[in-house]
Nanobody, 124 residues
Framework: QVQLVESGGGLVQAGGSLRLSCVVS??????MGWFRQAPGKEREFVAA????????PYADSVKGRFAISRDYDINTLYLRMNSLKPEDTAVYFC???????????????????WGQGTQVTVSS
């Protein structure tokens, strides 16, 4: 069973930055993604990355501000978040597709493994 553990969330002022990390218990032989869920809202796609790291789709709301990356040597997925806005406040989840899945997906139902989430709060 693959386990994902997020960290790096916290409270930041608008305009600030955070970097989220997601440590994976097994080799990262699959596409991965970040999703978020704000109170009273459905979980939404933020960013994803292909198995090889060369395909990185982003939600329009974060394009140009957030950057997803992965370090295969330490089995870690990252989400660098710059120019944060109050509307970015949410619990952020990392997710992994089934082993061997190359393509990233914006659909949460395509992901098999999920972390427990890390809270990001942006104050105005």
């Amino acid at each position: 069973q693959v386990q994902l553990v997020e960290s790096g969330g916290g409270l930041v002022q608008a305009g600030g930055s955070l970097r989220l990390s997601c440590v994976v218990s097994d080799a990262m032989d699959d596409a991965m993604g970040w999703f978020r869920q704000a109170p009273g809202k459905e979980r939404e796609f933020v960013a994803a990355i292909s198995w090889s790291g060369d395909i990185k789709p982003y939600a329009d709301s974060v394009k140009g501000r957030f950057a997803i990356s992965r370090d295969y040597d330490i089995n870690t997925l990252y989400l660098r978040m710059n120019s944060l806005k109050p509307e970015d406040t949410a619990v952020y989840f990392c997710a992994a597709r089934a082993v061997g899945s190359y393509w990233p997906s914006e659909n949460s139902s395509d992901y098999v493994y999920w972390g427990q989430g890390t809270q990001v709060t942006v104050s105005s």
